[in-house]
């Protein structure tokens, strides 16, 4: 789906999606009134220059220029150490173009998990740029030490740079990283807190929560004798940190059962509050202090507007990352009957925080928000084109961080405020009404054009709630955080947009998006998919089950390797370090356990939404490979019966991928053969037709088999 960028070791490992990306500080030197210390320099190496150019100046400025996708160079080795408290690596730049990727490794050895990532932005003047690495470099700066400064994988990146060096802290930097102790402390206090509510088995409880046109029903089921009141939390509110309710309703008191008639909208400000939004919790009030007798409750029962049909995909061959601009050919849509998409959408590029000759207003509860009408207009034609071939679309949410959204003020609301510099994309923030606000206003513009029942501008059917989110590091970022707090944002984004999504179609769902880690991964800043599945699934038992799914990504344990028969950290329990195409059934199986089940009745669904097998190159033998690692993981996943969807990436090799052949075509500007069908276009094409067992017949040999019921696993999975 995104570019993905080499980080020259072999696995997941090597690409952003699963970047080593640590605690960092990014400070431009033109903010700071205080001037730094001048430091130790360091200076670069002119050999062992890899896929680039170095040159030095007289004026003692280096220039360096890339020359192919995997560039690095090294520094000399110290001649002296690098003292404890000279812990900000700073240097000064010149760069007319933004490098996405910085990697820094504090050597020896070579180690992702002695390194740093980063990134450089736009500098048509002499800017300088600072790391507070000090977690980094506990044990090392010794005399004879190095750095390796990594550029990402663009050739033909121009930089200068100069006086690179460490040095102590300002003022500043030093108060920065006190803060983020306090944090550290903070979230410790707030885990304990929610670990404690969740946990708790309160006396009295919500039963169930409806939404429906005007009024919104609370039932609620209580003991007698305490002075008990239904409190309303919006969803911006944290449960553990509320000492006191702005709306809460005094319960029958003598009453065990009730139901609860709330107006659905209030006013609030220059705009209506839809309650839709809201949870609903019981307090007990004893003199001036409350104290929660339940669990918060999200709305159980959404009056959608329409009634629209349960529409599902007619075969499980899919498209990752469609847009009707692209490269690729369209028909090929129809050439693979192709009957589910994902496509991305930016929705910091939609909403504009003022009016302007590029926008349309679209009233949201009272009050105009302006949507970019570029934007619209090319998903229009994307969703068009879908919706004429009534194929399934699942639209993958991301958040631009501030820094990269050209509304600064939208960037500013949408960005989450615990966000670091070091993630690609950002966590919603649900931590402020204003927050939730835009947030909530954008998504009902995009539902509500998007499930209408004449399909005039198309259709998205569902949500996946941004990307690979184990990986929030990179892809969901909200800072340095314990699972368990970052699960708690996370699921009131994907409340906000199921809840609106279902005021429209009743049928919606929103997906956790999941890379193939599972009980383990190689970066410390990672989750565990298997612990953040059993966190949501906690919340959906305390706070009210909803309907979500799983957006799960089974690439091969590495990315440039398509024989996935071979991956080393695969075993068939629920306790497997990795899932890919040759455990997927681990995934199958933990959704066929009963405590898994939306409403203790129904199977999740699962959608691979982003995976595809790699060609090291083109020569016959690599790509007769990848097709071969294509047929091996459609056997894997044809007959998994919650498997409902295999959206395949990439379309198209694409040159930002960090040197992956992924797609079923060759590179657009291939000299040979542009945008050229590969083997594995044709396995594609013939899976799940009667042309399968003639077009799959080649793959044997290559993966070692007689008979393809040799690779589907049948036993126990515990």
Not at 63 to 81: A, R, V
Not at 327 to 355: E, M, Q
Request: net charge neutral.
């Amino acid at each position: 789906m995104q570019s993905r960028i080499n980080m020259k070791q072999n696995g997941r490992f090597i690409f952003i999606f699963s970047l080593a990306i640590f605690q960092m500080l990014f400070i431009s030197a033109s903010a700071q009134i205080e001037q730094p210390s001048k430091g130790i320099r360091i200076f670069l190496k002119n050999d062992e220059l890899h896929e680039l150019a170095l040159e030095l100046q007289a004026n003692g400025e280096y220039k360096i220029s890339t020359t192919g996708t995997d560039p690095y160079l090294f520094t000399e080795e110290f001649t002296e150490p690098i003292p404890a408290d000279h812990y900000i690596l700073s240097f000064e730049y010149f760069c007319p173009t933004w490098l996405d990727h910085l990697q820094i490794f504090f050597a020896a050895p070579v180690d992702e998990n002695k390194s740093i990532h980063t990134e450089l932005g736009v500098s048509e003047g002499w800017t300088t740029f600072s790391l507070d690495v000090k977690d980094q470099i506990k044990g090392w700066g010794k005399k004879g030490d190095y750095i390796r400064f990594d550029f990402g994988s663009a050739p033909n990146y121009r930089m200068q740079v100069r006086n690179i060096v460490f040095r102590q802290p300002t003022t500043k930097e030093s108060a920065t990283a006190a803060s983020r102790e306090k944090n550290k402390v903070k979230n410790a206090r707030m885990v304990t807190q929610l670990e404690n509510y969740l946990n708790e088995n309160y006396p009295d409880s919500i039963t169930d929560v409806a939404v429906e046109e005007k009024k919104v029903l609370v039932k609620t089921k209580t003991h007698p004798g305490k002075n008990l009141y239904l409190a309303e939390l919006p969803l911006y509110k944290d449960i553990t940190e509320m000492h006191m309710f702005d709306h809460i309703i005094m319960l029958p008191p003598g009453k065990k059962d009730a139901t609860t008639s709330i107006e659905r909208f209030v006013r609030s400000g220059d705009k209506n509050y839809d309650r839709l939004l809201s949870k609903w919790v019981i307090v007990e009030i004893r003199g001036n202090k409350y104290s929660l007798a339940s669990h918060a409750r999200y709305p159980d029962k959404i009056k959608s507007l329409y009634d629209l049909p349960d529409e599902k995909p007619w075969n499980k061959k899919g498209i990752g990352g469609f847009s009707a601009g692209g490269k690729a050919p369209a028909y090929d849509l129809d050439s693979l009957n192709i009957s589910s998409v994902t496509i991305n959408i930016w929705i910091t590029r939609f909403i504009h925080a003022v009016a302007s000759e590029t926008t349309m207003p679209y009233n949201f509860n009272g009050k105009n928000y302006f949507i970019d009408r570029k934007a619209v207009e090319g998903l229009d034609k994307t969703l068009q084109l879908t919706a004429t071939r009534q194929i399934i679309v699942s639209a993958i949410i991301l958040i631009g961080k501030a820094s990269t959204v050209q509304d600064k003020e939208i960037g500013r609301i949408f960005e989450h405020p615990d966000f670091d510099p070091a993630g690609i994309y950002s966590m919603a923030n649900v931590t402020s009404a204003e927050g939730v606000e835009y947030y909530a206003a954008i998504m009902d513009f995009l539902a509500a054009r998007y499930s209408r029942p004449d399909k005039k501008y198309g259709r998205i059917h569902h949500w996946i709630m941004h990307n690979e989110v184990d990986a929030g590091w990179v892809w969901t970022n909200m800072g340095e955080k314990p699972p368990l707090l970052f699960m708690d944002d996370y699921i009131k984004s994907m409340r906000l947009v199921y809840n609106i999504a279902r005021k429209y179609n009743h049928h919606s769902k929103v997906f956790i998006s999941l890379t193939h880690y599972w009980t383990w991964t190689a970066d410390r800043h990672f989750y565990h998919p298997k612990e953040l599945l059993e966190i949501l699934l906690q919340y959906s038992k305390a706070e009210g089950d909803f309907d979500w799914a799983i957006a799960q990504h089974p690439y091969p344990e590495s990315l440039f390797e398509p024989k996935s028969w071979l991956d080393k950290k695969c075993d068939f329990t629920f306790n497997s370090p990795l899932i890919t195409y040759k455990n997927i059934e681990v995934l199958n199986a933990w959704v066929n356990q009963p405590a898994t089940f939306y409403l203790g009745k129904l199977k999740r669904v699962i959608h691979l939404s982003e995976q595809g097998v790699n060609s090291l190159d083109y020569s016959e033998k690599n790509l007769q490979e990848q097709a071969a690692g294509m047929a091996y993981a459609w056997k894997k996943i044809k007959n998994l019966e919650n498997i409902e969807a295999f959206q395949y990436h990439n379309w198209m090799d694409n040159r930002g991928e960090g040197g992956l052949r992924i797609g079923l075509r060759r590179f657009p500007d291939d000299e040979t053969d542009p945008a050229g069908k590969k083997p594995v276009w044709n396995v594609y094409r013939d899976m799940g037709t009667d042309r399968e067992e003639q077009a799959f017949e080649f793959a044997k040999k290559i993966i070692g088999i007689d008979n393809w019921d040799e690779v589907i696993y049948k036993g126990e999975i515990d």
